[in-house]
Nanobody
Framework: VQLQASGGGLVQAGGSLRLSCAAS????????MAWFRQAPGQERVFVTQ????????TYADSVKGRFTISRDNAKNTVYLQMNSLRPEDTAVYYC???????????????WGQGTLVTVSS
């Protein structure tokens, strides 16, 4: 699976952005999709994920109620709608594709190149 993230940019606090991640290659609809982010000088952390059908989502506490993940399997694309953005949301956002491994956990093996989101105060 090849992933291409887009939609990042500079936004003022309280504003909104929508990120997109277009997938190509293997069957997109068979994969869990997720967004992670990495702030300057920090480790990459989980933001949100969505199951293959789009019927189940999970969010990090820090973004619950503000971010929404969705997917369009016909377009091989996953989205991240980000509202009420805060300066602490500033990071490079990465999309990832994965499947459930033998241990029952989702293993994200495919990663996009990242898109930078900067939230000014």
């Amino acid at each position: 699976v090849q992933l291409q993230a887009s939609g990042g940019g500079l936004v003022q606090a309280g504003g909104s952005l929508r990120l997109s991640c277009a997938a190509s290659g293997r069957t997109f609809s068979g994969y869990f999709m997720a967004w992670f982010r990495q702030a300057p000088g920090q480790e990459r952390v989980f933001v949100t994920q969505i199951n293959s059908s789009g019927g189940s989502t999970t969010y990090a506490d820090s973004v619950k109620g503000r971010f929404t993940i969705s997917r369009d399997n016909a377009k091989n694309t996953v989205y991240l709608q980000m509202n009420s953005l805060r300066p602490e949301d500033t990071a490079v956002y990465y999309c990832a594709a994965g499947r459930v491994g033998g241990n029952g956990k989702i293993e994200y093996d495919y990663w996009g190149q990242g898109t930078l989101v900067t939230v000014s105060s």
